[in-house]
């Protein structure tokens, strides 16, 4: 037994620092992977705090503040438009309780006056922030941003939808600057069969980097996506330990390093969105784009 220990133990020791080595050094084994744009600054739902969420106007606004892509959802109408809408119920979002694919694209009703900040409990979107009260057609986004990558969130297993998303993104030649994103396997794996994905985000792939984190065998596994993206734990539980364990900066800073973008949402404040970037998030997503731009161009002159 105690020879055995003596074989073990070496064994250990080497694996341990071979992992430490190959974490801070991803390029001996993986090639670096290489995406046509770096997105620092991500607008949730088109900055859904400093207007109307998902309209136009939210997405032109965000645009106008300098951010580096657009979050968003989308949902198929009764008579087959793409628009883009975070619920596929809209009674939260209209005051109409009917499901948006029942409906044709003429009969969709307004956006109420005024919304709910999801991540920012208790703050609503005011008219006099946004007069847009109408659901925007992907189309129309990509027609009029042609050069603005976006983040899509399938959020139903829909071939329709998936099939039209997919017939959108190659018809304005934007393969290289659209991001499927998705937190059912399923649904990815319908989108890979319909649609030759370039970029996306998996599922839920959190708790499976962390353990192979934890494990050391992170640096010898291959990955297949370019972009993760986390919620913030700190937005939701602002216990240091959960975030201690989650968010670890030399976990994030070796994704970094074999070209995986990693964003970190929703951060609605600067002591979060300052947190989300000193832990390594490549880029943070907000619902306040005009915040986040103030930030980042503060931090600009600081450097």
Known sequence: ?????????????GYTVTSLYLLKNPHILHKRKCTVFHSKHISHRGGCGERIESTMEAFTHAVEQGTGMLELDCHVTHDGHVVVSHDENLLRQT???VTLSSLDLKDLPLYKERLEVTF??????????GADRKFALLEDLFRKFPDVPVNIE????????????????????????????????SIME?????????NYLPGLRGVLLLLLFYSG???????GESFL????????NRCVCVCALTMRKSLFNHLAARGIQVQLFVCNEDQDIEAAFEVGATGVMTD????????LSCNRCQD
């Open 95 to 97: 005051g109409h309780d």
């Open 154 to 185: 399938i959020k139903e297993n829909n071939c329709l939808l998936i099939q039209k998303v997919s017939d959108l993104v190659k018809h304005y030649n934007r393969e290289d600057i659209t991001v499927w994103a998705t937190v059912d396997s």
């Open 1 to 13: 037994m105690s020879n055995l220990f003596y074989f073990i133990l070496p064994a250990l020791g």
């Open 229 to 236: 993206q986390f919620y913030f734990p700190r937005i939701i």
């Open 120 to 129: 920012y409990a208790g703050v609503y979107h005011f008219l006099s922030l």
């Open 288 to 295: 306040y784009p005009t915040l986040l731009s103030n930030y």
């Open 190 to 198: 319908n989108c890979h069969k319909l649609s030759q994905l370039s």
């Open 217 to 223: 065998l992170l640096p010898f596994v291959p990955l």
